[in-house]
């Protein structure tokens, strides 16, 4: 009795699987059986506040999209080896829900390698103290924890699989690999355990998703996954048809991140990307999407809505120097980084709607006001080296993740045996800017932004303190650089001819404020870092942009939460503020001026945006 009822229980499932309630043939997916396009757009719930979820996707939905893909972040999810963080913004089973109940299907992008402009392509930084440890290769170290990773994302998605009653309907194999390596067996090992009875099962339908070029395409195709290709959709879908000819990976055409335009890198003279207000620009992506649909393929909007990298989430590109992603990641996206919806998103709806008629696409989401907040006056509450942490002790410095640390900064502390003088060398390279100071008073600005880093001399004398203040700007999320993204001093720190020996290290990730210690404040161009504090109330919570005229450079906090970096050379010149993390009485503001010169003291809550760029303060040395 047993043995038959297993054996129809088991004849069942093979039938299920079989049929599925989403599967392909060449050219087109079917959902439950009748001929389906995915209509996308790329949402990622960790740089989304969990609580405006359900506006963002009710707004996506509203824009004609039947789908979102999601990329997940495993260095949020599992912050400390073994720990796993699956609360809050990181309740990624939370959205999916919510997606679905507003008629929305999913498109897993878990990684682990995920590239996003996210802290080193959502590896978390204990990877790089793991003993023999290469990312995004067939390397015992990384395949380990990769799995442990996978296993625990799939306890939590895995009951969310379309063939679960949930809405995934495909997971996606690493991201994008083919631009990066070759290597099959490391790709295959990522299929296997995706597939594995303790991940997300035989099943699962799995894409993988490459530049449309044939080393890349070929490069980051695996058996058994559908080969999908991302940015221009014509040469993709032609390259996709022309170079795999693997028939387990050919079916329909996706075209996995179709962008609308382009991210933001701080620097004096990088511009806002945005298509809004251009109406050619706009008229071409909807002339692509339209062909795309035509064609009866499908797409994602990369980004449909980007959202903002809260705290120091952002990740870095590598150029001629470090070129660090804005704390904004408002990507030029139809849906903006306040919940907007523009020009572009109109458009895109109309192209939408002309296929699926207009009656398949919901009423537009009611739009909050934004709220305007009169200056708010700060005041000096404490210089940040007066409220520092307990400090490690070391004869040498040690990078930012053998002290447990992944973002923020990190100050290394030398008081100078003897009178000594020449150029500071911190390490191997500046990982990534080092303010330096002597005894309280900033001598120099080293940043691997430039290509050229500026050279710094230091002169001390017996007794003197020297402050070396480093920052993470952001891991490299994409290129050769991912291999190796330790941050803090990697290496010995030499003043001409001497190491410096004998080493006090604060870490200081800030998640929330440091409590200062009130003490004199001198407020001057050489001043070390000085901590602001004011409060204010709101009539009506809502969202606002944080402008912080007169400020070059540090972090804000609102009500403990850390909004991110501001940074006068732009693009971004204001930080978002949603209305969730305000309260209508007795709000306090935080903000960290790394660079004060007298000049800061109000910040104040605006309903227009600003982007622009201002000059460098600390640029190259000529
Ligand atoms: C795929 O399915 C669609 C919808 O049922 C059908 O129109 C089409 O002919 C099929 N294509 C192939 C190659 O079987
Ligand atoms: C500024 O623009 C010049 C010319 O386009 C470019 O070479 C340089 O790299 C840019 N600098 C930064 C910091 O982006
Ligand atoms: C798309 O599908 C429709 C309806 O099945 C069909 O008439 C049309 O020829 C297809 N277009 C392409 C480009 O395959
Ligand atoms: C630097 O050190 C040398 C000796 O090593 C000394 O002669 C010189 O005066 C010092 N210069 C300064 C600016 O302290
Ligand atoms: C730092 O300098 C000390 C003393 O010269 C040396 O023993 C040590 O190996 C150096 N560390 C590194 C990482 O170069």
Sequence with gaps: MFFQKALVAFCLFLTVSAVGPFTYNHSTFLLHGKPFQIIGGQMDPQRIPHPLWPDRLAKARAMGLNTIFSYVYWDQLEPIKGSWESTGNNDIAKYFKIAQEQGLNIVLRPGPYVCGEHEWGGFPSWLSEVPGM?????????????????????????????????????????????SYGDDHEYIG?????????????????????????????KGGQISGALAESDGDPKTGFAARDKYITDPSSLGPQLDGEYYVTWLDQWASN??????????????????????????????????????????????????????????????????????????IYHAIRQTIASHIGSDNVPDLVKEEPLIEIPDIKLTPSGKLFDSLP????????????????????????????????????????????????????????????????????VSLDKHDVLDLLVENMGRVNYGARIVEQRKGIVGNVT????VLSGWQIYSLPLPSPPEPSPSDVELSGTSSPVLFEGHFDVDTVGDTFL???????????????????????????????????????????????????????????????????????DGPSK
């Design 495 to 498: 003043l001409g001819d001497n």
């Design 390 to 457: 307990d400090p490690v002790w070391k004869e040498f410095p040690v990078n930012m993740e053998a002290l447990g640390q992944a973002v923020g900064f990190t100050l290394y502390r030398h008081v100078a045996v003897t009178a000594m003088n020449g150029t500071i060398q911190a390490g191997d390279a500046p990982r990534d800017r080092i303010l330096v100071y002597v005894n309280g008073h900033r001598v120099g600005v080293i940043d691997s932004l430039y290509v050229t880093p500026n050279i710094v001399e």
């Design 134 to 178: 290469v990312v995004r290769s067939n390397n015992k170290a990384f395949l380990t924890a990769s799995e442990s990773y996978l296993q625990n994302l799939a306890k939590d998605l895995k009951p969310l699989l379309i063939e679960n009653g949930g809405p995934i309907l495909m997971v996606q194999v690493e991201n994008e690999y083919g």
């Design 189 to 217: 090992a990522l299929r296997d355990m995706l597939k594995s009875e303790s991940a997300f099962g035989p099943d699962v339908h799995l894409y993988t998703n490459d530049g449309g070029q044939e080393s890349m395409i």
């Design 270 to 343: 990088n511009t806002h990307q945005t298509d809004s207000g251009n109406g050619k620009s706009i008229q071409a992506v909807q002339s692509d999407l339209d062909w795309i649909l035509k064609q009866n393929a499908s797409f994602s909007i990369y980004m449909v809505h980007g959202g903002t990298n809260w705290g120091f989430q952002n990740g870095a590109d590598w150029g001629d120097a470090l070129e660090p992603i804005t704390t904004s990641y408002d990507y030029g996206a139809p849906i903006d980084e306040s919940g907007r919806m523009n020009d």
């Design 547 to 617: 402008e912080l005229p007169g400020w070059t450079k540090g972090v804000v906090w609102v009500n403990g939460i850390n909004l991110g970096r501001y940074w006068t050379i732009g693009p971004q010149q204001t930080l978002y503020l949603p209305g969730c993390y305000l309260q209508e009485k007795k709000n306090r503001i935080t903000v960290l001026a790394l660079e004060p010169t007298g000049q800061e003291g109000n910040v104040r809550g605006i309903k227009t945006r600003n982007w622009g760029n201002n000059p460098d303060p």
